[in-house]
């Protein structure tokens, strides 16, 4: 949806039920599942992209050299 005005309406339309989760978290998951990778900024420029929530964290010091060995296979 292009409009947020459009997307908010029907976020707060929405009737919820026991076993459906919000709308908006729907989006989310569909933004960062499908649509993130089609957007031309992400596509053209970058051949990966790691997402993080904000509870997640590195165990172990980060290195690059990690992620290019992961890469190769």
Not at 4 to 22: A, C, G, K, Y
Not at 28 to 51: A, E, G
Not at 60 to 72: G, W
């Amino acid at each position: 949806m292009k409009n947020p005005i459009q997307t908010m309406n029907i976020i707060t339309r929405e009737i919820s039920t026991i076993h459906q989760r919000p709308i908006g978290y729907r989006f989310m998951c569909q933004f960062w599942s499908h649509t993130v990778f089609h957007h031309p900024l992400i596509k053209n420029n970058y051949d990966y992209i790691m997402r993080l929530d904000d509870d997640s964290y590195f165990l172990e010091p980060f290195e690059e050299k990690n992620i290019l060995l992961n890469v190769a296979y």
